[in-house]
C-alpha cells in the first residue's frame, strides 16, 4: 500500500456501519439516521452512481467530497426525493425519502440561496413556516440569532453573498426538520467568508442539532465540519473512503494547524488525486 | 484660529447661495423636459409646412388643430369617449386571454403543441382582414372592435407571462418540494409573482398599443369612434380635424404608457427598495 494508516481508510468492500461518536448521542434521541443501500443512479446511458453503501448514524455530520460530476449532489438529491435511485434505497429512519419529505422531516440548504427575490429576510423564513404550518422558532429571533438582527427588512438584492446564505439556512430550518442536507452551500463564497460561515455553521449545529449530509468540494471544509468524510471516485461515482475525524465538533478555527487535521487533509487530497494513477498502473 | 473661522464663513456662505439656487435650477430643469418635446414637436412641424409647401388641408398649422379640437370639442368628446372604451375593454380582454392562456399552458404544458400555433397564426392574420371578417360576422359594434384589439394584444401577454412563469428559479422549486407545499401554493406564492414583472412589462405594449389598433379599427369598419372621425374628416377635406384627432389619439397611447411605467414601479418586485 502506498499509503499507511488504514485505520482512517476503509475501501468499499469493508463497508460498515458507523455508530457514530458516542458521546453524542442520547442528546440526538429526535435526529434520525440517514442510509443508502445498493444504491446507483443511471441517466441514460451514464451511470453517475454506483453501489453506494453508507449510513449517516443520528446526529452524525458527514460529508461528502470528490470530483466533479461524481454524483455527490445526485445523492443528495435522492435523499431529499428530488430524485430517484436506479436500483437500490435510500431511506430516512425507517421511511423512504418521500414521506420523510411529506413529514417535514427534511431541510435543504442549496448552493444557490433559494430564497425568493421579493421576501424581506424575514418574511422568507416565515414562508417555509407558513407552508409547513410549524412556527416553534420566532423567525426574527432566528435571523438575530444568526447575526442577521439588523438585516431583516433587508431584500436579498441587498444582501451580501455570506448574510444570504444564512438567510437561506434560516428558511431552510425554520420548521425544525431532522436531518439536514446541504449542497456545496459555501462554494459561491470566497475565502474568508466560507471558513467563517464554517465555523457558524458549527457553532448553529452545536446548539440545534441535525443529522446532516454535506456535499463540498472542499477538503479542508469537509474536514473541518465532518464527523466523517467519504471521498468519491470520479463517475461513475463509488466510494473509496471512509475517513473518521475523531476530534470533537465544533472545531474551532485554529484545528486547521493541528497535525491531525492536516495529516487527515494530505490523505484525502491523495485519494482524490492519485486515484487514477493508482487504476491506471494496477 | 482666524484662518479657519474666515473659512467657515466663506462655506456657510456658500451653503445659503447653494440652497437658493439648487431647487430653482430644479424647477427650470423639469420645465425644460416638458417644454422641449412641445417646443421641437412645434418646430417640424412648423418646418414642414415651410418646406413640403402642401395645401393647408393636408397639413393645417398648429394653431388651427387647437381651434378645432376647441370648437368641436362636443363631437370629439363623443367618439373619445367610445375609443377608449372599446380600448379599455380590448385591453383587459386580451390580458384575460393571454395571462389565462399562459396558466393553462404552463399547468398543462402537453396543450402547449396544440394551442400556440393557432395562437402564433391568428397573432399574424393581417388585422384588415381580420376586421373585414368580424365586420361581416358581427357587423359594426362594439364587440368586433374588442375583438380586433384583443387578438391585437393577447399574444404579447401571453408570450411574457409563459417566460414568466418559467423564470422561476429551480433552487426554489426545489425547496418548495422539500417542504412539501402543494402545486396551487408554488402556482400563486411562486410562479405568479416571478411572471409579475414579465407581465407587466407586456401591459407596456400592449396598453398604448391598443388605442392604435382601435383607431384603425374603428377607420376600417366602424361609424363612431377617433378611427371614424378620421375617416369622415378626410373625405370632407378637414385635415385640421384628422390632426386634432390623431393628436389626442397620440396623447392618450403616451399617457397610457407612462401610467403604467409608474404602476409598474410601485407593484414590480424588482424595483421594490
Known amino acids: 500500500m502506498a499509503h499507511g494508516g488504514l485505520e482512517y481508510v476503509l475501501l468499499l468492500d469493508d463497508w460498515t456501519t458507523y455508530p457514530g461518536i458516542p458521546y453524542r448521542q442520547g442528546a440526538f434521541a429526535m435526529s434520525l439516521a440517514i442510509g443508502y443501500r445498493n444504491v446507483s443512479r443511471r441517466f441514460g446511458v451514464t451511470q453517475a452512481l454506483a453501489s453506494i453503501n453508507f449510513e449517516v448514524a443520528a446526529g452524525e455530520f458527514v460529508a461528502l467530497v470528490g470530483p466533479s460530476g461524481c454524483g455527490k449532489s445526485t445523492l443528495l438529491r435522492l435523499a431529499a426525493d428530488l430524485d430517484q435511485p436506479s436500483t437500490g434505497t435510500v431511506h430516512i429512519g425507517d421511511q423512504p425519502p418521500s414521506e420523510a419529505r411529506r413529514q417535514l422531516k427534511i431541510g435543504l440548504v442549496s448552493q444557490r440561496p433559494a430564497v425568493l427575490p421579493w421576501k424581506r429576510a424575514v418574511e422568507d423564513v416565515r414562508v417555509t413556516q407558513r407552508i409547513t404550518r410549524r412556527n416553534q422558532f420566532d423567525a426574527a429571533a432566528l435571523l438575530a440569532d444568526f447575526g442577521l438582527g439588523e438585516h431583516q427588512m433587508k431584500l436579498p438584492r441587498q444582501l451580501s453573498g455570506g448574510m444570504l446564505q444564512r438567510v437561506n439556512f434560516a428558511s431552510a430550518i425554520a420548521h425544525d426538520p431532522d436531518v439536514l442536507l446541504m449542497d456545496e452551500p459555501f462554494s459561491a463564497l470566497d475565502e474568508m467568508k466560507r471558513e467563517e460561515l464554517g465555523i457558524w455553521l458549527g457553532e448553529t449545529l452545536r446548539r440545534r442539532p441535525k443529522t446532516t449530509l454535506f456535499v463540498t468540494h472542499h477538503i479542508d471544509e469537509a474536514v473541518m465540519l465532518a464527523d466523517r468524510v467519504l471521498v468519491f471516485s470520479p463517475a461513475p461515482g463509488r466510494i473509496i473512503a471512509d475517513i473518521a475525524v475523531e476530534t470533537p465538533r465544533p472545531r474551532r478555527a485554529d484545528f486547521r494547524a493541528d497535525p491531525k487535521f492536516v495529516e487527515l487533509t494530505a490523505r484525502i487530497r491523495h485519494l482524490l488525486f492519485d486515484t487514477p494513477f493508482q487504476v491506471m498502473t494496477a | 484660529m482666524t484662518f479657519q473661522t474666515a473659512t467657515g464663513l466663506e462655506t456657510s456662505g456658500k451653503t445659503s447661495r447653494v440652497r437658493l439656487v439648487v431647487p430653482v435650477l430644479a424647477i427650470a430643469s423639469r420645465l425644460l423636459r416638458i417644454a422641449l418635446p412641445i417646443l421641437s414637436i412645434l418646430g417640424f412641424w412648423y418646418l414642414a409646412i415651410l418646406l413640403s409647401g402642401l395645401p393647408e388641408f393636408v397639413i393645417p398649422r398648429p394653431e388651427q388643430v387647437l381651434a378645432t379640437l376647441i370648437a368641436d370639442r362636443e363631437m370629439i368628446w363623443q367618439h373619445l369617449l367610445l375609443t377608449l372604451s372599446a380600448a379599455l375593454l380590448g385591453f383587459v380582454c386580451a390580458n384575460l386571454v393571454g395571462i389565462g392562456l399562459a396558466m393553462i399552458l404552463t399547468l398543462l404544458p402537453m396543450l402547449r403543441s396544440l394551442v400556440m400555433p393557432t395562437a402564433v397564426a391568428i397573432r399574424n392574420v393581417p ?147
Open chain 2, 127 to 273: 388585422y384588415v382582414a381580420l376586421a373585414t371578417v368580424l365586420a361581416l360576422a358581427s357587423g359594426d359594434n362594439m364587440v368586433s372592435k374588442v375583438t380586433i384589439i384583443s387578438i391585437a394584444g393577447f399574444f404579447p401577454v401571453l408570450v411574457n407571462t409563459v417566460r414568466g412563469l418559467q423564470s422561476v428559479d429551480q433552487v426554489v422549486l426545489d425547496r418548495m418540494h422539500v417542504l412539501n407545499a402543494g402545486p396551487w401554493r408554488v402556482f400563486w406564492q411562486v410562479r405568479m409573482p416571478y411572471a409579475l414583472p414579465f407581465i407587466i412589462a407586456a401591459q407596456e405594449i400592449v396598453g398604448s398599443s391598443s388605442i392604435v389598433v382601435a383607431v384603425a379599427a374603428e377607420w376600417m369598419i366602424s361609424s363612431s369612434g377617433l378611427g371614424f372621425v378620421i375617416n369622415r374628416a378626410m373625405a370632407q377635406y378637414r385635415g385640421d380635424q384628422v390632426y386634432a384627432v390623431a393628436l389626442l389619439a397620440a396623447l392618450m397611447s403616451f399617457g397610457i404608457y407612462m401610467f403604467l411605467q409608474f404602476v409598474s414601479r410601485r407593484v414590480s418586485w424588482n424595483s421594490y427598495r
